[in-house]
Each structure stands twice: as structure tokens, then as C-alpha cells.
């Protein structure tokens, strides 16, 4: 028998303020036609005065608990990936703990930027399989628009806010990748493309900053690893990619998913594609996808799923998974 990391419970919150790209044009040299093109994009969700990313993350959390059926003491501990954390601690992860009123237990953030979600799916499976966890809330959430520069328009009309859950409770399985729960991981960093992607901001340069991208060279570098690392996690599960029922893509532009399906040689039509109305939302694009993916009809119980992101460090990997 091997113990399995399974999927029981997923949910997601988007703030109520949807913004088109027609609204864009009023102050930047941009239109809707050309955020289409280029990116996929057609509207996001940003984040109203004072709402936070624990806020965000505890609406999420609330709706996974819901579609589980458990309530807050059932769970054991709660990851966060987030890039725009509230403050700078304590910890989203405990903010959302207090909310819940989990008295129990532990919480901690992880951030890998765009990629935080495949990484505190990794760190979940990893205590779930060690037996140093049973329940854990995974919460993908950011509040990108808050370190937008909005006189960028090579990179403001790209954000959103917004957050998604899962729920992870160990399943025992046969060892084989018929199982459910998550099969493989693939983790990857490389520190020396920094410059390609960052906020030139943060605690110890005393500001807040603002995201910076050379939207090309990240482009240049995304399909490419995201294709490698979907490749390589399925090989870790025994699979490839004719087995796959739904890839659930970081969702960052359009045409960087539908490059990443045709080098694994998927279809459009095994695609989860959310981009148009989220824009991209960083940590939460994966969960939200899942959760708005089984809403849609799309996910069902033993799919295959494989979930893939690229984001700043660069950090980037895969997680394979049947639902
Ligand atoms: N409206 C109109 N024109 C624009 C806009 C805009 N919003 N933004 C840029 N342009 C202009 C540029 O200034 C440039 O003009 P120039 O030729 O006169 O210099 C022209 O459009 C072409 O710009 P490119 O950068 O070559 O456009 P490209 O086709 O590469 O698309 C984009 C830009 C959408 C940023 C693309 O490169 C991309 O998506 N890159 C990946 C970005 C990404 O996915 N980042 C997130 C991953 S990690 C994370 O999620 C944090």
C-alpha cells in the first residue's frame, strides 16, 4: 500500500470589481484588441480598497471546506502561496487560521511566486505522505494588482487578484498511477534569471516595488520549461502524456498554455483555459482553474491532471494528479 495525497475538497473567491480592457485605454496607450492578441486576456478581478490576500484566501478556504464538507477542526494545517502577503508577518497562512478559528494545528506561507502553487502542493504531499499532516488546506491567493505600475503597459493589463483552495487528506493506494491523489512532483529553480522577472521592491530595500518583466524573455523561457517539467513529472508517476485527461495550466497567456499543449501533444480541448477572465493571477491561477474546471463539468472524479507553472525566480514544476 502506498498513502496518496487526494484531493477532497476545492473552492475559489474573486473579488466583486471585474475590470474589461476596454478600461485600460482610458489612461495607457493600449486596447482591447491588443491584450487579446497578445495574451488571451479579456477582463480580471481586482481586489476593493482594504481587501487583503487573507481575505481573499479565507473565502477560498471557506468554499473548499463547503464543497469537503468539513469544518476549520478537521483541519490539520494550512499552506499559503502567495507573493503579496497582507504584511510582512506574521504569515497569510495564519491570518486565515485566526479567521477560520482553527485553536490547532499549524499554518505557514510559501512563496515561489507564480510556481507557489505547484510548490506548496509539493510541500503538502510531502507531509501528508510522512504522516506530519492529515487534513491540509492549500490556498493559492494574491492581490497582484497592489504592485502593479499602472503606467506599465507591458505589464499591468496582464494581473489579477484572486484565490483558490484545495483540500489534501491522505487516500492508501495501490502504488500504481491508477491511483488516486497526487502521483509525482517536479521542482525546478534557476536564481540567474532574477532580472527577467521581480518586484524592485521589498522589506530590506524599503519599498514596496513594483513587478518588472521582460515579457519576451519570459515567454522565450516558459513554454519550453513547462513542457520539460510536465514531461519529466509524468515519467516520475510511470505516465505520459496520451494519458492525460486535463491539463490545468498556469494561467498566464494564452499563447504560452497553447505552445506548452502542442510540445506535450495535447488538443486545445484538454485544456483548462481561464485566462480570458482572471488575467493572471500568480499563486492562485492553478486552484482557481481546478476549482472553476470541476464547476464547469470539465474535471471529474479519476482524471488524469496535470498542473505546470513558471514564475519569478525563475521557478518553475509540475504536478501530476488524479482527481
Ligand atoms: N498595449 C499595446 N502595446 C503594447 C502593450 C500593451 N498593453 N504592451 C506592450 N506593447 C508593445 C510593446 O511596447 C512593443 O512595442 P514596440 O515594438 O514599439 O517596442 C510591442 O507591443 C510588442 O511588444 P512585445 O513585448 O514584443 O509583445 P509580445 O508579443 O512579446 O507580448 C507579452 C508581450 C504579452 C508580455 C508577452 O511577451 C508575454 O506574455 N510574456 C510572458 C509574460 C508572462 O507570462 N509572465 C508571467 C509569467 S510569470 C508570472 O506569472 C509572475
Same mark, same amino acid.
Given at each position: 500500500?502506498?498513502?496518496? +495525497?487526494?484531493?477532497?475538497?476545492?473552492?475559489?473567491?474573486?473579488?466583486?470589481?471585474?475590470?474589461?480592457?476596454?478600461?485600460?485605454?482610458?489612461?495607457?496607450?493600449?486596447?482591447?484588441?491588443?491584450?487579446?492578441?497578445?495574451?488571451?486576456?479579456?477582463?480580471?478581478?481586482? /481586489?476593493?480598497?482594504? $481587501?487583503?490576500?487573507?481575505?481573499?484566501?479565507?473565502?477560498?478556504?471557506?468554499?473548499?471546506?463547503?464543497?469537503? !464538507?468539513?469544518?476549520?477542526?478537521?483541519?490539520?494545517?494550512? *499552506?499559503?502561496?502567495?507573493?503579496?502577503?497582507?504584511?510582512?508577518?506574521?504569515?497569510?497562512? @495564519?491570518?486565515?487560521?485566526?479567521?477560520?478559528?482553527?485553536?490547532?494545528?499549524? +499554518?505557514?506561507?510559501?512563496?515561489?511566486?507564480?510556481? &507557489?502553487?505547484?510548490?506548496?502542493?509539493?510541500?503538502?504531499?510531502?507531509? *501528508?505522505?510522512?504522516?506530519? /499532516?492529515?487534513? *491540509?488546506?492549500?490556498? %493559492?491567493?494574491?492581490?497582484?494588482?497592489?504592485?502593479?505600475?499602472?503606467?506599465?503597459?507591458?505589464?499591468?493589463?496582464?494581473?489579477?487578484? !484572486?484565490?483558490?483552495?484545495?483540500?489534501?487528506?491522505?487516500?492508501?493506494?495501490?502504488?500504481?498511477?491508477?491511483?488516486? &491523489? *497526487?502521483?509525482?512532483?517536479?521542482?525546478?529553480?534557476?536564481?540567474?534569471?532574477?532580472?527577467?522577472?521581480?518586484?524592485?521592491?521589498?522589506?530590506? @530595500?524599503?519599498?514596496? !516595488?513594483?513587478?518588472?518583466? $521582460?515579457?519576451?524573455?519570459?515567454?522565450?523561457?516558459?513554454?519550453?520549461?513547462?513542457?520539460?517539467?510536465?514531461?519529466?513529472?509524468?515519467? =516520475?508517476?510511470?505516465?505520459?502524456?496520451?494519458?492525460?485527461?486535463?491539463?490545468?495550466?498556469?494561467?498566464?497567456?494564452?499563447?504560452?498554455? +497553447?505552445?506548452?499543449?502542442?510540445?506535450?501533444?495535447?488538443?486545445?480541448?484538454?485544456?483548462?483555459?481561464?485566462? $480570458?477572465?482572471?488575467?493572471?493571477?500568480?499563486?492562485?491561477?492553478?486552484?482557481?482553474?481546478?476549482?472553476? %474546471? =470541476? /464547476?464547469?463539468?470539465?474535471? =471529474?472524479?479519476?482524471?488524469?491532471?496535470? @498542473?505546470?507553472?513558471?514564475?519569478?525566480?525563475?521557478?518553475? &514544476?509540475?504536478?501530476?494528479?488524479?482527481?
Amino acid at each position: 500500500m502506498t498513502t496518496r +495525497a487526494v484531493v477532497t475538497g476545492v473552492g475559489h473567491y474573486l473579488p466583486d470589481r471585474v475590470v474589461e480592457n476596454a478600461e485600460f485605454e482610458a489612461t495607457l496607450d493600449t486596447s482591447d484588441a491588443w491584450i487579446r492578441s497578445r495574451s488571451g486576456i479579456e477582463r480580471r478581478h481586482f /481586489a476593493a480598497e482594504g $481587501q487583503t490576500t487573507s481575505d481573499l484566501a479565507t473565502r477560498a478556504a471557506r468554499a473548499a471546506l463547503t464543497d469537503a !464538507g468539513l469544518e476549520p477542526d478537521d483541519i490539520d494545517a494550512i *499552506i499559503v502561496a502567495t507573493s503579496t502577503a497582507d504584511l510582512t508577518f506574521p504569515s497569510v497562512a @495564519t491570518m486565515v487560521q485566526a479567521e477560520l478559528r482553527m485553536m490547532h494545528g499549524f +499554518a505557514f506561507d510559501v512563496q515561489a511566486v507564480c510556481a &507557489g502553487f505547484i510548490y506548496a502542493l509539493s510541500t503538502a504531499n510531502s507531509m *501528508i505522505i510522512s504522516g506530519q /499532516a492529515k487534513r *491540509i488546506l492549500v490556498i %493559492g491567493a494574491e492581490t497582484f494588482s497592489r504592485i502593479m505600475d499602472w503606467t506599465d503597459r507591458g505589464t499591468c493589463v496582464l494581473f489579477g487578484d !484572486g484565490a483558490g483552495a484545495l483540500i489534501l487528506e491522505p487516500q492508501e493506494g495501490e502504488g500504481t498511477g491508477a491511483d488516486r &491523489g *497526487i502521483l509525482a512532483t517536479d521542482l525546478n529553480s534557476d536564481g540567474r534569471y532574477r532580472d527577467i522577472l521581480y518586484v524592485d521592491g521589498g522589506v530590506s @530595500t524599503q519599498n514596496t !516595488g513594483f513587478l518588472r518583466m $521582460q515579457g519576451k524573455e519570459v515567454f522565450r523561457h516558459a513554454v519550453e520549461k513547462l513542457a520539460s517539467t510536465a514531461t519529466t513529472a509524468l515519467a =516520475k508517476a510511470g505516465l505520459n502524456s496520451d494519458q492525460i485527461d486535463w491539463v490545468v495550466p498556469h494561467q498566464a497567456n494564452i499563447r504560452i498554455i +497553447a505552445g506548452t499543449a502542442k510540445k506535450l501533444g495535447l488538443s486545445m480541448d484538454r485544456v483548462v483555459v481561464t485566462v $480570458q477572465d482572471h488575467g493572471n493571477t500568480s499563486a492562485a491561477s492553478i486552484p482557481l482553474a481546478l476549482s472553476v %474546471g =470541476k /464547476a464547469r463539468g470539465q474535471i =471529474k472524479p479519476g482524471d488524469l491532471v496535470v @498542473t505546470e507553472a513558471i514564475g519569478g525566480g525563475l521557478a518553475w &514544476g509540475a504536478v501530476v494528479l488524479r482527481w
